[in-house]
Nanobody, 120 residues
Framework: VQLQASGGGLVQAGGSLRLSCAASGFTFDDYAIGWFRQAPGKEREGVSCFSSSDSSTYNADSVKGRFTISSDNAKNTVYLQMNSLKPEDTAVYYC??????????????WGKGTLVTVSS
């Protein structure tokens, strides 16, 4: 099982980035894929989650209205479109997968992170 996150970078406040999480080695349709982030000196937090079983999504209050999670099942890829970025969104973003529905801190698989830096 592999999860490859990409798309991070440096962006000015108010800008946008799209992160991608390419998954391989498991049946995409049976899993939930989530995005988590960890800022320096802070605990990891859940950002967004996509559950393939019913195509439901979840977004943390801190990103609602700004971030959108979506999936391309044909490509086994989940995207995180991040708009209206704020300096407080600066963090290493990780994608993770769990069998079944929903995302928690106890995901089954984790990918390496991609750094997002938002300058003020």
């Amino acid at each position: 099982v592999q999860l490859q996150a990409s798309g991070g970078g440096l962006v000015q406040a108010g800008g946008s980035l799209r992160l991608s999480c390419a998954a391989s080695g498991f049946t995409f349709d049976d899993y939930a894929i989530g995005w988590f982030r960890q800022a320096p000196g802070k605990e990891r937090e859940g950002v967004s989650c996509f559950s393939s079983s019913d195509s439901s999504t979840y977004n943390a209050d801190s990103v609602k209205g700004r971030f959108t999670i979506s999936s391309d099942n044909a490509k086994n890829t989940v995207y995180l479109q991040m708009n209206s970025l704020k300096p407080e969104d600066t963090a290493v973003y990780y994608c993770a997968a769990a069998a079944g529905w929903g995302c928690t801190d106890g995901m089954d698989y984790w990918g390496k992170g991609t750094l997002v830096t938002v300058s003020s």
